[in-house]
């Protein structure tokens, strides 16, 4: 049994309310199928594929135009093959609710930029459909990529369902990203339209974007068209105004594609090259995200806020939140402006039933001494986290200084499926520390290294069945060896996600961090590679080597480790510029904790940094185990991350 406190248990009225409860008889009274227990659920789940995912088609009344022939047709890793012959349109079902509730709140945008505004559903209908007309008459068509850099606000939103309902490829960047990491994202995918704002306020202070969207408008030669929201100056020459192309009366109608047709790029970074562009498709994330709602218990009654910026996949998760026909709060701006308690002065403001953040925020404002328990939450009914694990202490903050009675559901997944492995789950006790149970359809194991599978200890998070959600493929893949190589090397046949997981003997998990070297920083996930380069730009700087010590019970902390050319020494100035560096070529998210001078970087025998060995060694590896001395290039470099590792074994863990 598990040592973790039980914090909270949900009524028998709220269980028997929830989405997981009603399917659950819906799985009686239209299966025939009853189960002892959610373990019992859980594995037929996992084991009968075709009954598991064709009742999510059915329950949720999946909207098509031709109908599938089989269900899983290919049972393999990679190169499942899923419903073929279905021919559908994700947009069909984000929008249905505008036909039975038009004149219900579709979105309510909080923006530091644009004040406090609400869509109708019937308004975001007309929106979508006259962005969508003037795209098909810019020559969009199937397949093209329309490219945006916008904010968390409704333009994000309406031009994402536009551009899709077209059956062209999505893809969306965070406006507060450098210029180089906006272009080694767009450049690998060809896009024929950009969408973008040219400034946005954050912190009381106005972000003047213009000079960096005109450097990434001259790096994108197969840019045809851009679409402008001016804030800090004119339209460009050449440019159309967003706000006209909202305005009309064109009819929404949606181009039926294939269940694989590609719905959007979406990036999560190796260690080594360009960000990965991850193309998911229409089927595979309208069910993923239906099947989410059941562990979130999410139904058009809601009203939910998840704060995110544009450029972490919990924003794309937003449209699955539309599909069920709930009321989504968009929040666009800095979280601690004028303090830490604005986020959840909205929340209070537009009673929020659902309030979700990543694990630093709640860290954050555990740390600074709030208590939005102040403020009236009556209406707040469940709490929502990712991104990295929340400690026990986050836990304990959320039921003592928020809400005592509340339901803290926590998930993880990734970028990668555009879902999560393992979370929540309406029905079942909430312990500290532990996520409530793997996902539905989610064959989530913990392996050791030889493969074998492990309960109660700490092994990789693996999957060892097809989801539909997982990638069709990387964008430019021809042979599909990157997509391999990034997943399914380890274990041939066997999704490798790159997390350390535990699976409790009750069917509860905890994350703890990252197994391999990429960075996850306050949820958004960025290959060491994207740092590099910003930081090895400079001509005081030689090489480089940056670790991301995410690991549970401790926060975050990210040090980056500088080599400097001959007679240089790391002063303030040399800091400031590193820092500068990495913020204009990256993203302030990803600014170190620490810069250390070394005197030169571990690398093995062909020349790659040892970032993996470094990283076991600092969470507190072996020094004799972690790394072989012999397969180094230079293995007395190895010396100075030792005498670190005991130097942080000093710190308190929560320093």
């Not at 008459?137 to 329309?146: A, C, I, L």
């Not at 595979?284 to 998840?306: I, N, P, Y």
């Not at 953040?357 to 709030?370: D, L, N, P, Q, V």
């Not at 090397?489 to 999704?495: A, F, K, L, N």
Request: some cysteine; aromatic content about 10%.
């Amino acid at each position: 049994m598990s040592d973790r406190p039980i914090l909270w248990t949900p009524s028998p009225e709220r269980a028997d309310a929830s989405t997981m409860a009603c399917f659950i008889r819906w799985l009686k009274d239209d299966r025939g199928l009853e189960f002892a227990d959610y373990p019992a659920m859980w594995e037929w789940s996992v084991t009968d594929l075709d009954g598991f995912w064709s009742a999510i088609w059915d329950y949720f009344e999946i909207r098509f135009s031709s109908p599938h022939t089989a269900v899983l047709a290919e049972r393999k890793m990679p190169g499942a093959v899923w419903f073929p012959g279905a021919e559908l349109n994700i947009t069909d079902q984000i929008l249905r609710r505008a036909e039975s509730a038009p004149q219900d709140t579709a979105l309510i945008v909080r923006s530091e930029t644009f004040g406090r505004s609400a869509l109708t559903w019937a308004e975001l209908r007309q929106q979508v459909a006259n962005v969508a007309d003037t795209l098909r008459d810019m020559g969009v068509e199937p397949g093209d990529r329309v490219v945006a850099v916008l904010p968390n606000t409704e333009s994000a939103l309406i031009a994402c369902i536009a551009a899709t309902s077209l059956g062209a490829i999505w893809s969306l960047c965070s406006p507060d990203m450098g210029h180089v990491a906006i272009l080694d994202r767009f450049r690998q995918i060809e896009p024929k339209v950009l969408i973008a704002q040219d400034g946005y306020m954050h912190g009381g202070k106005m972000i003047d974007r213009r000079e960096v969207l005109a450097t990434i408008c001259d790096g994108l030669p197969t840019l045809r068209h851009r679409i402008w929201l001016p804030v800090a100056g004119d339209l460009p020459n050449g440019a159309q105004d967003w706000t006209a192309l909202t305005q009309g009366e064109a009819r929404f109608e949606t181009t039926q594609v294939p269940f694989d047709h590609p719905l959007w790029i979406v990036y999560s970074s190796g260690t080594t090259g360009n960000p990965k562009p991850i193309v998911h498709g229409h089927g595979g994330v309208l069910l993923e995200g239906a099947k989410q709602s059941l562990h979130q218990d999410l139904t058009a009654r809601d009203r939910f806020m998840w704060l995110t910026s544009s450029g972490w996949i919990l924003w794309n998760a937003q449209l699955a939140v539309l599909g069920q026909g709930a009321t989504v709060v968009l929040f666009d701006g800095a979280v601690n402006h004028p303090d830490m308690m604005e986020p959840w002065r909205v929340a209070a403001d537009e009673a929020l039933t659902f309030f979700g953040a990543g694990a630093a925020f709640f860290e954050t404002c555990r740390k600074s001494g709030i208590r939005p328990a102040d403020l009236d939450l009556s209406a707040l009914r469940s709490v929502g986290s990712t991104g990295s694990p929340l400690t026990a202490d986050g836990y304990d903050w959320i039921y003592r200084q928020v809400k005592q009675d509340v339901w803290l559901g926590p998930i993880s997944g990734g970028t990668d499926l555009s879902g999560a492995f393992v979370g929540s789950h309406p029905m079942l006790p909430v312990r500290a520390a532990e996520m409530q149970c793997r996902f539905l359809g989610n064959a989530v194991r913990a392996y050791d290294e030889a493969g074998n599978e492990v309960f109660d200890k700490v092994g990789e998070l693996v999957c060892t069945e097809p989801l539909p959600s997982m990638p069709l493929c990387f964008w430019g893949d021809e042979d599909g060896s990157r997509l391999h190589g990034s997943y399914f090397d380890t274990y041939p046949g066997v999704w490798r996600h790159g997390d350390w997981i535990e699976i409790t003997p009750e069917g509860g998990s905890v994350i703890y961090g990252r197994s391999d070297a990429t960075i996850n920083r306050r949820g958004l996930r960025l290959g060491s590679s994207e740092i590099y380069q910003a930081v090895e730009g400079l001509s005081d700087v030689m090489d480089s080597l940056v670790i991301d010590l995410e690991f549970l019970g401790r926060d975050s902390f990210m040090p980056l480790f500088v080599v400097l050319a001959d007679g240089r020494t790391l002063d303030d100035a040399l800091r400031d510029r590193i820092n500068a560096a990495i913020r204009s070529g990256v993203s302030a998210r990803f600014l170190p904790n620490e810069i250390v001078q070394i005197a030169e970087v571990p690398r093995t025998l062909s020349g790659k940094k040892l970032e993996v060995p470094v990283k076991k060694l600092l969470l507190g590896g072996d020094p004799e185990t972690v790394v072989n001395r012999d397969s180094m290039a230079n293995p007395d470099s190895f010396d100075v991350f030792v005498t670190y590792a005991k130097q942080r074994e000093k710190v308190p863990a929560n320093d």
